[in-house]
């Protein structure tokens, strides 16, 4: 069945440096979504994204979708501490329409 | 999101035990799911409904089983609870009318099996 990997589980950075989580399908995707999860929170949706190449910006959050749309990638600029949580990629294709497959998730944690 | 509800947000129960985890939501949505997060796995999917009709098992379905009772509500039983079922899981919807298809997730039930 579809699988998706996510890399690297954890991330550590100063508050100000970057932080870029990447995910990697074994199928083609018929598109890609991103959640964030606070400490002791649920998932909450991000974005999603659908076309072959396409990038999205949501202020400091940069979110690609590879060209042949197997690998997805999220990039936040000057990290700041209301940015720690878990962040998942969820990848839907094929016959598995309506239902996503998460990656494992990259913990991110930011020191003041 | 307060529109989706999960009843217990936490249970302690011991090995052997039938419990059910319920699901319930106001958003008119068509499609719910049932998931259950673990340490470093992840968000695995246990079983989906896209109507009351229809029940699909997920990646790790062996030793659940689920009931949608109604558009709004889908509960989780856990027949015989064995401790490798701890964890954490959480019910989603998802309204097939929208392009999004974004999935909308209830704040959690921790379930322990000692």
């Known amino acids: 069945g579809q699988q998706v990997m996510q890399i690297p589980q954890y991330q550590h950075v100063q508050e100000g440096e970057d932080f870029t989580t990447y995910c990697n399908s074994s199928t083609t995707l018929s598109n890609i979504q991103w959640y964030k999860q606070r400490p002791g929170g649920h998932p909450v949706f991000l974005i999603q994204l659908v076309k072959s190449g396409e990038v999205k910006k949501q202020k400091r959050l940069t979110f690609q979708f590879g060209e042949a749309k197997k690998n997805s990638s999220l990039h936040i600029t000057a990290t700041q501490t209301t940015d720690v949580g878990t962040y998942f990629c969820a990848g839907s294709g094929g016959t598995s329409y309506g239902k996503l497959t998460f990656g494992q998730g990259t913990i991110l944690t930011v020191h003041p | 999101d307060a529109d989706v509800t999960q009843t217990p947000r936490n249970r302690i129960t011991k090995t052997g035990k039938r419990i059910m985890l319920e699901c319930s939501q106001t958003?008119?949505?068509?499609?719910m799911y049932w998931y259950r997060q673990d340490p470093g796995l992840g968000l695995r999917l246990i079983y989906y409904?896209?109507?009351?009709?229809?029940?699909n098992k997920g990646e790790i379905s062996d030793g659940y089983s689920v009931s949608r009772q109604a558009q709004a509500k889908f509960s989780l039983s856990l027949e015989s609870a064995i401790p490798n079922q701890t964890a954490l899981y959480f019910c989603a919807t998802s309204d097939r009318w929208t392009s999004w298809n974004e999935q909308f997730f209830g704040p959690g039930t921790r379930l322990t099996v000692l």
């Open positions: 409904s896209f109507d009351v009709k229809d029940i």
């Open positions: 958003k008119g949505h068509d499609r």
